[in-house]
T-cell receptor, first 112, second 112 residues
């Protein structure tokens, strides 16, 4: 089944404790992206990747890191999480940036 | 600057009514794509449609239809004979420089 998986689905952590949210797709898509969703703001792009080893900042990259060592995986790293990073995070993939994006189920992160 | 505006924060209608969700965008690009996504109460993001800026034909898919007008920079979405299952948050998005710019979303409530 074609899908984008994210783990964990829910995470409660404390300020400053490094964490990684994994994202994997099995559709051989070149484009992958991370978004955060906050009430009233829609989705905002954090980072995106056009292909392996090619990543770029979106609109709200501060406090986040990503890597794209393999085509299928695109982990999101929070080196030192802060409470303002409490949000719902979505990973997405598509053939290219202008194609339909397939989304993961979301990761709800709470930083205390 | 690229921007997507969904001025209707929330719409509530009774089942079987027709409803139109507005989307107005700003872009300096001559070639661009517009999208609509649906987020039902379960939280996943579901692709509905993609429209190329060169294709101004209206699209109909069952009870759903989309009206794209470049002259007014709008890409409105109409649901005919709404059903309770249409209750969701609907997002309009614009591709820009390899990213998707999202509107804040319109929450649609269909009452039985």
């Amino acid at each position: 089944e074609a899908q984008v998986t994210q783990n964990p689905r829910y995470l409660i952590t404390v300020t400053g404790k490094k964490l990684t949210v994994t994202c994997s797709q099995n559709m051989n898509h070149e484009y992958m992206s991370w978004y955060r969703q906050d009430p009233g703001l829609g989705l905002r792009q954090i980072y995106y990747s056009m292909n392996v080893e090619v990543t770029d900042k979106g609109d709200v990259p501060e406090g986040y890191k990503v890597s794209r060592k393999e085509k299928r995986n695109f982990p999101l790293i929070l080196e030192s999480p802060s409470p303002n990073q409490t949000s719902l995070y979505f990973c997405a993939s598509s053939l290219s940036y202008y194609n339909e994006q397939f989304f993961g189920p979301g990761t709800r992160l709470t930083v205390l | 600057a690229q921007k997507v505006t969904q001025a209707q924060t929330e719409i509530s209608v009774v089942e079987k009514e027709d409803v139109t969700l507005d989307c107005v965008y700003e872009t300096r690009d001559t070639t661009y794509y517009l999208f609509w996504y649906k987020q039902p109460p379960s939280g996943e993001l579901v692709f509905l449609i993609r429209r190329n800026s060169f294709d101004e034909q209206n699209e109909i898919s069952g009870r759903y239809s989309w009206n794209f007008q470049k002259s007014t920079s709008s890409f409105n979405f109409t649901i005919t004979a709404s059903q309770v299952v249409d209750s969701a948050v609907y997002f309009c998005a614009l591709d820009s420089n390899y990213q998707l710019i999202w509107g804040a979303g319109t929450k649609l409530i269909i009452k039985p």
